[in-house]
């Protein structure tokens, strides 16, 4: 299938492919990422690149799929698409490669390390372990079989798809395929131990209800609690020792010592599978699903005793969630600095983005700033809500008094007030009134000049009583007779309309009180 090539518009990148892996060396104390392409870089936590080399030349044409490491913490292994598995060191350069799929291009899933030996899956269902690891000239480095499927009674019915092996002495590895089931077996002696099958897929479906629900049993990644392991050898607990995820969200809790189901709970809805990491302290399990949401959960005190016969269904308690990528969470990793827990997240939207356990984002490997560690934006986040909820409440309180004194003042000058003073104020309401408001009612906006001067010295005349000979106020030209009667005409009109317009104002007045 075709990679649809990411969109780079206003995206900070990593790397220019879907990011396979990114992983937090604690020897090294940095951060080292793959992508699809096989280019490796490393990076400080505060987001300097340090290096970066590729593993594939202008020629090839596989993809990486997958990363793994040694058990000393001096080697790290890439899977590709053309069944090759490529040891390195921390130099850049391949120590050696091995022939996982003898010739034929399988996609390796995963890869683990053990001792003196190194176990790959995902394409078949068995493990394939490679033993020598002394690299002979001219001589391909075949895998072998692992011992507990020698007789094939035993294992599995489907692909392994994933693995996990526990930190501490006895090591068991728990294996799981894409029909849903886990196998238990002895990492030393390489035998079986016991099934966990209770949410296999039933073989006996139809063929098409198989091809359409396959995805929903798939297991896709297993985690041991190696802090609860190392307990429960000694004290026999029966809370739960391991978890799995995958097919539409589903995060389930098992005990591998009795081989029961304690509890199974849906982290994610509307989703087609999840991918998960647990911190070394077992306290925090985080999720991650393919539309790039994240959520932590408190684990510490989650089923660490089961009730006989019963299967919990409540979620454990959720701590955060943020969406903090655009497509698919490929890998998160669990990081500790300075007695502080943080967050690595990368997905298939090129990016690798390192958050704090509040789900608050640092920055984005790639991006032309570096950030600083030393800052917990957990509590500049709180104080700046709190200083801005604080600013808020100052000038809403401060208003509040404002307009409560000025309420006052209007109650207290209301009550003094006579009808008199009620009478003058309203008609005072028109001097008051704003300029474009008056403008609109200018008469000498409406009339000409002469007009004007004319009705007021008629008025004047009115009121005093003399009668004056008609002034000629009409501009030259035309019939003079005409346009005197025409001029005392229009005076006395506007006369008129000015004292029908005065009763009017003062029957408003009249009513209004």
Known sequence: MLEIKPELKNRIMTHDRAIVAARYLLKQKQVMVVCQGGDVSFWSLEGQKTKR?????????????????????????????????????????????????????????????????????????YLTVFRDLQQVEGRPNLPTEWNGEKEKTEGHDDDIVCMAVTAYFPQLLASGSTDGEICIWNTSSEL???????????????????????????????????????????????????????????????????????????????????IMEIDVHNKYLATGDVNGVVKLWDIEQYCLQSESGTIEKRLPPLLTEFASHSDSITCIDFLEKDERMFILTSSSDCSVVLSDIHGNAYGTFGQPNQWHLDMDLSKLSDSNSQAHLSKSDDYSQQNDEDSHTIISQDLDTMSSITDEEMLTRRSNVWESTSIDLKSAFDERSIFPKYILDYEAKQKQLFESGVQQPTINMVPTGGNNANSQQLARSTGDAVVKFKRQSSSSTLLSDTKAQ
């Open 53 to 125: 080399f590729s593993e594939q030349n202008a020629t090839d044409i596989f993809d990486t799929t997958c990363l793994g490491f040694d058990e000393f913490g001096e080697k790290f292994y890439t899977g590709g698409s053309d069944g090759k598995i490529r040891i390195w060191n921390y130099n850049g350069r391949i120590l050696q490669m091995l022939d996982a799929g003898r010739g034929t291009a399988v996609e390796i899933t995963q890869i683990d390390a053990l001792k003196r030996r190194i176990v790959a899956v995902g394409w078949s269902k």
């Open 192 to 274: 079986f131990v016991r099934r966990l099958d209770q949410r296999k897929r039933n073989p006996n479906f139809s063929q098409s209800k198989l091809q359409d629900n396959a995805a929903d049993f798939a297991i896709s990644m297993l985690k041991f609690f190696d802090k609860r392991m190392a307990s429960s050898v000694n004290t026999h607990a029966t809370g739960a020792n391991l978890v799995s995820c995958g097919g539409i969200g589903f995060v389930r809790f098992w005990n591998v010592h009795t081989g029961k189901l304690i509890a199974e709970c849906q982290a994610h809805t509307d989703v087609s599978s999840i």
